[in-house]
């Protein structure tokens, strides 16, 4: 019998792009232009991938009638359905519009410690609305006591990307369950054909909650919005507490001077 992959390598090829670009997403997350190039390529390169298969299989069709539940089922849900009228909608007309939400605030370690609803507008990057979060900070001291930084914590930017189409979901769970989608039918055809099936869990892919964070200096926002240094700070301490332990080693029991 041949390599269960034989008919399906095309299709296994194009499911491959599709987790590179979503891996491209992870990685491009807080820049719209790159984030969105990435996101354009995935769904391109999803739409193919049925294409692809039903390409390979044609010629067999005890193969197509033990994959066609599986098939139907990925061509029937709503996922599929809005992804390939996406696609279709970026090749013939034009720019796909994606929505962005955000917040702002501190985090402690890995944790959050305080976070406010900020606008991260689409059309700017993470950095970019992490400048206007500091200019908050810097003219309005009660938003500054509220959700900047102290000496424990530091700032930053939270944002999620969504479409209209799935609201409340970010695009990088929308995208992962795509892939899996398209993985449950290849890997479907695969064990029809004798094979193995595919690993579908990618222990490759980051943290969705910890890719929408990006973290920024604690000691740049304290110098640029509360005038602050606090490596210049941290010096003088260490100078006032080494002086405090030399005056008490100078000192006997009873507060008289050592002659």
């Given at each position: 019998m041949d390599c269960p992959h034989l008919l399906v390598e095309p299709a296994l090829d194009r499911w491959e792009e599709c987790h590179w670009h979503l891996h491209q997403m992870e990685a491009n997350y807080h820049e719209p232009d790159a984030f969105r190039y990435?996101?354009?390529?995935?769904?391109?390169?999803?739409?193919?991938v049925p294409q692809l298969l039903t390409m390979g299989t044609q010629?067999?069709?005890e193969l197509r009638k033990?994959?066609?539940?599986?098939?139907a089922a990925l061509h029937g849900s709503d996922l599929y359905k809005v992804l390939t009228t996406t696609r279709n909608f970026l090749v013939h007309q034009g720019m796909l519009e994606l929505e962005?939400?955000?917040?702002a605030g501190t985090t402690e370690g890995r944790k959050v410690k305080i976070s406010f609803p900020f606008s991260v507008h689409a059309g700017e990057s993470s950095d970019e609305a992490y400048i206007r979060y500091k200019e908050v900070c810097r003219t309005d001291q009660m938003m500054r006591g509220l959700i900047g930084p102290d000496c424990d914590s530091a700032p930053a930017i939270w944002r999620t990307w969504i479409i209209k189409d799935f609201p409340g979901r970010d695009l990088?769970?929308?995208v992962f369950e795509a892939w899996t989608r398209l993985g449950e039918v290849l890997s479907v055809t695969i064990e029809a054909r004798g094979g193995e099936s595919l690993d579908l869990s990618m222990p490759c892919r980051h943290d969705p909650e910890l890719v929408k964070v990006k973290c920024f200096s604690q000691r740049d926002f304290f110098l640029e919005v509360d005038?602050?240094?606090l490596d210049?700070?941290?010096?003088k301490w260490h100078e006032e507490k080494a002086r405090r332990e030399i005056d008490s080693d100078t000192r006997l029991p009873g507060g008289r001077n050592v002659d």
């Open positions: 990435a996101l354009n390529s995935f769904i391109r390169a999803f739409k193919e010629n067999q069709a033990n994959i066609k539940p599986a098939v962005s939400r955000g917040s990088l769970d929308v005038g602050i240094d210049e700070e941290e010096r």
